[in-house]
C-alpha cells in the first residue's frame, strides 16, 4: 500500500523525517524516499529497500541531506516522492492511492497539452508522476491538486512539498488517514498515528475526507474544507494498520481485541488452545482467548530478524517460500493439541494451507481455522493491496467459479456473500475441504464493523460485500 511523513520545522528536519518515515516500514518494503527542501534548494534520495530496510539504505542520506521542509514515504511500487518543475515552481510530490483509469487520464492529458511522460521498467507509468501532471493543468496547485482527486477514479492521498510549506490532501472519501501533528516549532503530517509520538509530537487534528491543509513550521491553514462523506477502509484496522495506530480515534488493537472477542461469542469449538498466525492474527487471537477461556499460547514463532514480510515479494512463489521457511515450531505446545487458529484473513489460501499442513507435521491434532474478517470476495478497487490482476486469485472466487461456473452474477455473488445463507455454507465448506482444516467459521460482516464502533456508513467494506 504506502505510507508517508512529512516535516516543516525551524531546525534541520532530517531526523524528524527519517525516522518518521521509518515508522512506516510496515506499509510496503519494495521502495523508499525522503526529499528535503532547504538553504541550498531541493535534495531528494530514493532507494530500493526489497533487500534491506529503510534505515540501513537512508543511512548516508541521513547524514547528509539538510533542510527544514521534508517528506518521505514508504513505497509499494512506484519510485517516490517526485521532484518536479513547472509553471506552479518546482516541489516534490508523494501519493499513497491507486488510480483505475490511467490510460483515461494520459489520453486527456495528450489531447489537451503536449505532455510525456517516463515509463518505469515494467512499462507502467509512475502514478506520481501522472498525479503530478494533473495538478499542473491547473492554475493553483489547490485547484490542481482537487481536480486530480476528482479524475482519479479509485482513491488518492497527497503529500506536495514546495518551498513556503507542505500541503496534505486527503483522498475524497477518507479511504485513507492524514494525521497533523505539533510540537514546538514544527508541525508533521503522516499516515500512522504512532509515527510522531516518540519524535515529541502531539496529535493537532486528523483531516476529514477530502480536505486539504498546508502547514509551515507555525501554521496549519485549511485551504478546503473535509466533506461529510467517508468510507475509510476497514482492513486497516483488520490488518494493515500497525498495532498501535488508531484510526477516526478508534485503536486498531483494542479493535482486534474485540474482532477476536465477538468471533469467540459466536463460537463452539472445543479446543487445548488458542493461537494466532504471527504476526497478523495474535491480538485477534488474545481477544478470542480473553473472551472464550481457552488459553492463549504461541505453538509457532515467525523469525524475523533476516526475513522481509512475506506477502510483499512479486512472485508467489517467492511469497510462499518466505512465509514457509520464516514459522518455527514449538513442539511442546503443539504434539496432540487440537488449535484454534485465527489470522488476519484468507486472500489466496495458499499460505494458511500450508501453515496447517506445517502444524499437523508438528504434531498437531486439529486445526480450526477462525479469519478475523469475512471472506474477501472483490478486489479492492481504492488500494493497493495486491498486485493481483485478477479476482479469480481469491480463494472464494475459484471456488464460486467451480460452483457456479465462470460468469457469476452481482446477485449470485451476494448470496455467496451474506452468512445466512446455503450458498455460504456452501462455499465455506468447499474451502474447508480445498485447505484440509479441521473447521472453519469466518469473522461476520455485521460483527466486525461492531468491532471497529464507528458509523457503518463511514466504513469501507467493498472487498466483503461489493457495496461502494
Not at 527544514?68 to 514515504?73: A, E, L, R, V
Request: with cysteine; glycine share 8%; charged share 25%.
Amino acid at each position: 500500500m504506502g505510507g508517508f511523513f512529512s516535516v516543516a520545522s525551524h531546525e534541520d528536519c532530517v531526523f524528524d523525517l527519517f525516522f518518521g518515515t521509518d515508522y512506516h516500514s510496515h506499509l510496503g518494503t519494495r521502495r523508499g524516499g525522503m526529499a528535503v527542501y532547504g538553504e541550498k534548494g531541493f535534495d531528494r534520495a530514493i532507494h530500493n529497500i526489497e533487500n534491506a530496510p529503510f534505515r540501513t539504505k537512508f543511512e548516508k542520506d541521513f547524514h547528509e541531506m539538510k533542510g527544514y521542509y521534508g517528506i518521505g514515504c514508504i513505497s509499494d511500487y512506484e519510485p517516490q516522492p517526485l521532484i518536479v518543475r513547472s509553471h506552479h515552481g518546482t516541489f516534490a510530490i508523494t501519493t499513497v492511492g491507486k488510480i483505475n483509469n490511467t490510460e483515461e487520464i494520459c489520453d486527456k492529458i495528450f489531447t489537451d497539452t503536449n505532455a510525456h511522460f517516463l515509463e518505469m521498467s515494467g512499462g507502467d507509468i509512475n502514478p506520481t508522476e501522472l498525479v503530478a501532471a494533473i495538478i499542473n493543468q491547473k492554475k493553483h496547485l489547490v485547484e490542481g491538486i482537487q481536480y486530480a482527486q476528482e479524475l482519479i477514479d479509485g482513491s488518492m492521498t497527497i503529500l506536495l512539498l514546495t518551498p513556503k510549506g507542505i500541503y496534505a490532501a486527503r483522498d475524497k472519501m477518507g479511504r485513507t488517514p492524514v494525521v497533523i501533528a505539533k510540537k514546538d516549532g514544527a508541525f508533521c503530517a503522516c499516515f500512522e498515528s504512532f509515527a510522531f509520538l516518540n519524535l515529541g509530537y502531539q496529535e493537532y487534528k486528523e483531516l476529514g475526507p477530502g480536505e486539504i491543509v498546508v502547514f509551515d513550521a507555525d501554521h496549519v491553514q485549511t485551504l478546503v474544507q473535509p466533506g461529510k462523506k467517508m468510507k475509510i477502509c476497514t482492513f486497516l484496522w483488520v490488518y494493515y494498520g500497525y498495532p498501535s495506530s488508531s484510526y477516526e480515534g478508534i485503536s486498531v488493537e483494542k479493535m482486534r481485541y474485540n474482532c477476536g472477542s465477538a468471533l469467540a461469542k459466536r463460537d463452539s469449538v472445543e479446543a487445548d488452545i488458542v493461537a494466532g498466525v504471527p504476526d497478523s492474527g495474535t491480538a485477534h487471537a488474545v481477544g478470542y482467548a480473553n473472551e472464550s477461556g481457552v488459553p492463549f499460547s504461541r505453538p509457532f514463532i515467525k523469525y524475523t530478524p533476516t526475513w522481509p514480510r512475506s506477502f510483499m515479494p512479486t512472485i508467489q512463489e517467492k511469497r510462499n517460500l518466505i512465509a514457509k521457511m520464516k514459522m518455527l515450531p514449538v513442539h511442546d505446545l503443539i504434539k496432540d493439541q487440537s488449535i484454534i487458529l485465527i489470522d488476519d484473513s484468507i486472500v489466496r489460501g495458499t499460505q494458511l494451507r500450508e501453515t496447517a499442513e506445517f502444524l499437523y507435521q508438528s504434531g498437531v491434532k486439529e486445526v480450526h481455522i477462525r479469519p478475523a474478517c469475512p471472506p474477501l470476495l472483490y478486489g479492492c478497487k481504492y488500494l493497493n493491496f495486491s498486485r493481483s490482476a485478477s479476482e479469480m486469485d481469491l480463494i472464494t472466487r475459484r471456488v464460486i467459479a467451480r460452483l457456479e461456473g465462470e460468469n457469476v452474477s452481482e446477485e449470485t455473488l451476494k448470496k455467496y456473500a451474506d452468512p445466512d445463507t446455503k450458498e455460504y455454507e456452501t462455499m465455506v465448506e468447499e474451502i474447508r475441504k480445498e485447505m484440509n482444516f479441521t473447521t472453519l467459521r469466518y469473522h461476520r460482516l455485521d460483527d466486525m464493523i461492531e468491532s471497529v464502533g464507528i458509523d457503518p456508513e463511514c466504513l469501507c467494506t467493498y472487498c466483503w460485500n461489493g457495496e461502494e
